[in-house]
């Protein structure tokens, strides 16, 4: 998978040319907001998780942190982020382009509210040095998330 999986993903919606490469890493949320010219905050990192029913994305805000307690509420269990290389296995990305956008079958995706401070957001496509611009309403259209969560803490 990877950035030429979003970039055909994309395709079907007339919206690859949205698509943001960069001649940097953008693997980081502050990497990323350097290279896309906005603040920190804006950057829609996607951390990847291990639950009992198998692999999740989360959706957050580039300035928030995983709340241990509300995770655990949610999901039932203690936060295990996958490894890299259980990443690219099981989620079909590599770290530092972890996104929402397609990935492998069987994963689960959740936004965050810290996101919905935004306008706009920026998620990486599938590489450690892209991402794209994109509204709330086409960050859950294109993600096909579950729904929104609150597991985060550290924005407000």
């Known amino acids: 998978m990877g950035l030429n999986q979003v970039k055909d993903f994309f395709r079907e919606y007339g919206m690859e040319d949205r698509i943001q490469e960069f001649a940097v890493s953008s693997a980081t949320v502050e990497l990323a907001a350097k290279a896309v010219h906005c603040e920190p905050c804006r950057i829609a990192k996607t951390l990847s998780f291990m639950v009992n029913t198998g692999p999740i994305l989360i959706v957050a ?82 993600s096909a998330f579950t729904s929104w969560i609150d597991v985060c803490k550290g924005w407000q």
């Open 61 to 142: 805000a580039g300035d928030a942190k995983i709340d241990n307690p509300k995770y655990k509420a949610q999901f039932g269990t203690k936060a295990k982020m996958l490894t890299a290389e259980e990443a690219v296995d099981l989620i079909g990305h590599p770290v530092g382009g972890i996104c929402p956008f397609a990935v492998a079958e069987g994963v689960t995706v959740y936004l965050d509210k810290s996101l919905k401070r935004f306008d706009t957001v920026f998620p990486a496509c599938g590489s450690d040095n892209s991402a794209i611009e994109l509204t709330l309403d086409e960050l859950e259209k294109y």
